[in-house]
């Protein structure tokens, strides 16, 4: 990327800003982002296991199969 900079084939949409300021502020907000899915994914998964027994516990009378089982 720096090469093609160099050679002016790439430039920010920053109006000027120095393309590594503008590539540290990406690599930090994809690091914070991939941190906020992970937090997201255990209170998910925390969650489901809190009500995933009664979800399977109480099926509704449509969905039964036709044995009654």
């Known amino acids: 990327m720096r090469q093609l900079q160099d050679k002016g084939q790439l430039m920010s949409d920053y109006r000027g800003?120095?393309?590594d300021?503008?590539?540290q502020r990406f690599t930090e907000s994809s690091d914070a982002?991939?941190?906020l899915a992970g937090a997201l994914h255990g209170q998910l998964?925390?969650?489901y296991s809190a009500i995933g027994?009664?979800?399977?516990?109480?099926q509704p009378a449509e969905q039964q199969s036709?044995?009654?089982c």
């Open 17 to 19: 800003e120095p393309l």
């Open 21 to 23: 300021d503008v590539l």
């Open 33 to 35: 982002a991939k941190d």
């Open 45 to 47: 998964s925390t969650a």
């Open 53 to 58: 027994r009664v979800a399977y516990k109480e």
């Open 66 to 68: 036709p044995t009654g």
